[in-house]
């Protein structure tokens, strides 16, 4: 997860990076082949080798993942379901980017992540340091993990309710993949990114759930956090500066992530434009959690733009195509805007 920021450069101050945020790799110097997005930044456009690269780490992420999941029983520590996160990333011979010293590229000093993976636990649910708390019946926990592998990145994330949960959170983690569902289904060549997010907005929106604008999916490759941002809710910076329109060979880390909303508290402005929740940092310096108290979760998944449509890059070959008449009117409405 990119932490969104609006300033031209994209990037973080080293006091951003200190209360828990990670900042966006913006590469300056690409060449001319590579073409720019909202806000004047360049976007990698992957060689099928490369994508099959990206693949390949896609994959270690989503094992590990998995792995953890499994493991999230109550009492089960989320300290103990990072170490199994470590122990999948190691029988690959790949790395834990979080845990890489060039992992933060933005402050030299900034210390390194204390595990392999971020696993969120209710409502400590950004960039969340894995504890030594048991888990409860009824806690949600987003494992996100983020690996390189032979020097290419990939960024995935899932989320369960341990034990046997309320309906309420079950629901929010049905509604946390619905989006991600509602996302891969418009994803195609010629498709406006914003267009994306209002899809992801209105399926939160339609179930009362609190959205989130300050971190945001992005572009994934050499670094593990690339242009464009790619957010899951809309704001009127990103609608203004920062929206894209998709093409074919990019990789993104697409990210719904949603929080639980008290009865009767708006999601979305009147302009339709997405109040985001609010965070605060915890004391270990990385970890954000929701102000409210609320709990959250996320979903990620790694995706390559194909021809005619999507590929989740961290599943065996599952493609995703849309309708050729979809394409053809997202094409029209934003040709003359890249």
């Not at 990333?89 to 000093?109: H, L, M, T």
């Not at 993949?177 to 195609?188: Q, S, V």
């Not at 267009?195 to 939160?204: I, N, P, Y």
Request: charged content about 20%.
């Amino acid at each position: 997860m990119v932490t969104f920021r609006t300033t031209p450069s994209e990037l973080l101050t080293s006091a951003d990076v200190r209360r828990g945020g990670v900042a966006a790799t913006v590469r300056l110097d690409t060449p001319k082949r590579r073409p720019l997005v909202g806000g004047g930044r360049q976007v990698e456009l992957r060689m099928p080798q490369e994508i099959d690269a990206i693949r390949a780490s896609a994959l270690i992420a989503r094992a590990a993942v998995d792995a953890a999941l499994r493991c999230a029983t109550v009492g089960a520590m989320p300290s103990s379901l990072a170490a199994v996160v470590a122990g999948v990333i190691a029988a690959e011979r790949a790395e834990s980017i979080i845990q890489s010293p060039s992992f933060d590229e933005v402050d030299e000093d900034a210390r390194t992540f204390p595990a392999a993976c971020c696993i969120a636990v209710n409502d400590r649910l950004i960039h969340a340091v894995p504890t030594d708390e048991p888990l409860r019946d009824g806690d949600v926990v987003t494992v996100d993990v983020a690996v390189r592998l032979r020097g290419w990145c990939a960024d995935v994330a899932d989320c369960v309710v341990v034990g046997n949960g309320s309906c309420e959170r079950h629901a929010m983690v049905s509604c946390c993949h619905e989006m991600l569902e509602a996302a891969l289904a418009l994803i195609a060549p010629g498709v406006r990114w914003s267009r994306v997010a209002r899809a992801m907005q209105d399926v939160a929106n339609a179930r009362s759930l609190g959205l989130v604008t300050g971190y945001a999916g992005h572009g994934v490759g050499r670094a593990l956090h690339e242009a464009p941002v790619a957010p899951c809710a809309l704001d009127s910076a990103f609608e203004a500066r920062g929206d894209f329109t998709i093409l074919p060979d990019m990789v993104l880390s697409v990210e719904p992530t949603v929080v639980q909303h008290p009865d009767g508290i708006r999601s979305v402005d009147a302009d339709g434009f997405a109040i985001g929740v609010r965070f605060v940092s915890c004391e270990d310096g990385w970890t954000m959690r929701t102000e409210s108290g609320a709990a959250g979760c996320s979903v990620e998944r790694t995706v390559v733009v194909t021809r005619t449509g999507c590929e989740m890059l961290d599943e065996v070959r599952t493609s995703v195509s849309t309708p050729s008449s979809q394409i053809a009117h997202a094409s029209h409405a934003g040709n003359a805007r890249m």
